[in-house]
């Protein structure tokens, strides 16, 4: 017998940028929760005061869109809206990329709504139940031509909820590159040309952030939107 040790295989998981800031984001949003909830109080602070704004803007629209059993998904709601929101907001710090802004990341916030649905609906309706709900009370004859067509439209959900996030986050991303290479490549001015390809991307980046702020809660909101009517519509009682 040989004495030679046997070989030890190690395994690795690479960390990469989006990886290490979807990290960071649960982190912070985790850190921030525990103190906001730690000591509550009568007359809120400014962290507590803003989430509980944060609070009240995602059950209006849960109860609004999904309405009396609204209140069992708050946790998923506002998971998700404060989660894309606050990872559409980094790529607004220097240095930092938002993790919305790659498509892992999308597809699978839009993978967790997809399979939270249809749980929702078949744990609300029976595994039966829910099939026949998707042919939405359609007579025998037209039923299967309506569940074909449903099941198209479920299998479309996930791809436009991600690519709809993706799509705004790396246009956004992509726009506050192209300024930041402007400055950097026309910051030595030496002619009149020059001067104004540097100037105007200064003038233009608070602008720039403004609408990067505006579009980051459009579509957190837009995603959580979509995601209370999928799992309201799930639930809901079709004759």
């Not at 009240?56 to 059993?69: H, K, L, R, W």
Request: glycine share 6%; with cysteine.
């Amino acid at each position: 017998m040989s004495g030679a040790l046997p070989e030890v295989i190690t395994y690795r998981l690479p960390v990469n940028e989006i990886l290490a800031m979807t990290w960071a984001a649960v982190a912070v949003l985790g850190a921030l929760s525990l103190s906001a909830a730690r000591r509550p109080a009568m007359v809120p602070g400014r962290l507590q005061n803003c989430f509980e704004m944060l609070f009240a803007f995602i059950y209006d629209i849960a109860d609004t869109v999904v309405g009396p059993e609204a209140k069992k998904f708050y946790p998923l709601f506002l998971g998700l809206f404060l989660f894309i929101l606050f990872c559409n907001l980094t790529g607004l710090v220097p240095g930092m990329i938002s993790p919305t802004s790659n498509l892992n990341t999308t597809i699978a916030l839009a993978i967790i709504v997809f399979f939270s649905t249809h749980y929702f609906g078949i744990k609300k309706h029976g595994f039966f139940g829910y099939l026949k709900n998707l042919t939405h009370g359609a007579p025998w004859w037209l039923a299967p031509l309506m569940f074909v067509i449903e099941i198209i439209s479920e299998l479309a959900r996930p791809l436009s909820l991600s690519f709809r996030l993706f799509g705004n986050m790396m246009a956004k991303e992509i726009l506050l590159i192209i300024l930041a290479f402007l400055v950097i490549t026309f910051f030595p001015a030496h002619t009149y040309i020059q001067k104004v390809l540097t100037v105007v991307p200064l003038l233009l980046a608070p602008a720039i952030i403004l609408f990067g702020i505006f579009v980051g809660f459009i579509q957190a909101f837009i995603f959580t939107m979509l995601s209370a009517f999928y799992i309201g519509g799930a639930i809901a009682d079709h004759e």
